[in-house]
């Protein structure tokens, strides 16, 4: 099934504001690359000749090779060049990138028909989070997809609303998009610095 997951409505939703939030030249994070699909949606929007960043990270060797592969088929040479893969849990971003960052994505949970039990989790990702609010640019803005149809994934989006809910809103907008008529459905979170 070539492209399903375009289909899900927190994921259409998500791609909406990137596209708005992102210009050439800008630097993102794509803090859990999996399968590749969200940094063949996102490259193109930021990168161009000889600019832009975008860091793709993963804790699964398959997910930084898979992912690989994607980007080197879907996307023109040019544009790959500026694509850094790490193989690395998210936790600590400056570990492993020394600049300010545009826009940081999230899509937690497991691999879409890999390993179920390496899974995001409320201890790392909370540390990421933390880590991401220390790397971003002036303007920048968060993105985060949570699942909470699988036990850890509603662990994980009720201890990120709880931490959020603490985030001074002088500094930061913050936004939660759920979809009332299905129990369980991907949420959609949206952080922006003023
Ligand atoms: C839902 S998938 C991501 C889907 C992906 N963005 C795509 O477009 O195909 C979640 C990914 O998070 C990764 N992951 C889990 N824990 C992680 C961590 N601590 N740091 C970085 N990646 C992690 C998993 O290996 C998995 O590939």
């Not at 930021?46 to 398959?62: A, H, M, N, S, T």
């Not at 849990?89 to 179920?116: A, C, Q, W």
Request: proline share 3%; aromatic share 10%.
């Amino acid at each position: 099934m070539p492209n399903s997951h375009l289909y899900f409505p927190h994921l259409k939703l998500a791609q909406s504001y990137w596209k708005k939030f992102l210009k050439k030249g800008d630097v993102a994070i794509d803090a859990t690359v999996g399968r590749g699909h969200d940094s063949n949606f996102l490259a193109p929007l930021l990168l161009g000749k000889d600019l832009g960043e975008l860091f793709c990270i993963d804790i699964q060797e398959k997910a930084i090779t898979t992912s690989k592969n994607l980007l080197d088929k879907e996307l023109r040479k040019e544009l790959f060049k500026n694509i850094t893969f790490i193989l690395d849990s998210h936790e600590d971003f400056k570990k492993n990138i020394d600049i300010k960052v545009n826009l940081i994505v999230y899509n937690l949970g497991y691999l879409p028909r890999g390993d179920k039990t390496v899974t995001t989790k409320v201890k790392s990702t909370l540390l990421s989070l933390e880590s991401a609010f220390k790397i971003l640019a002036d303007k920048g803005a968060i993105s985060i997809m949570c699942y909470p149809g699988h036990t850890e994934g509603q662990k994980e989006e009720i201890a990120i609303l709880d931490y959020l809910r603490n985030i001074d809103n002088k500094k930061f907008n913050i936004c939660y998009h759920k979809w009332i008529n299905k129990e369980k459905a991907p949420s959609l979170i949206w952080i922006e610095k003023k």
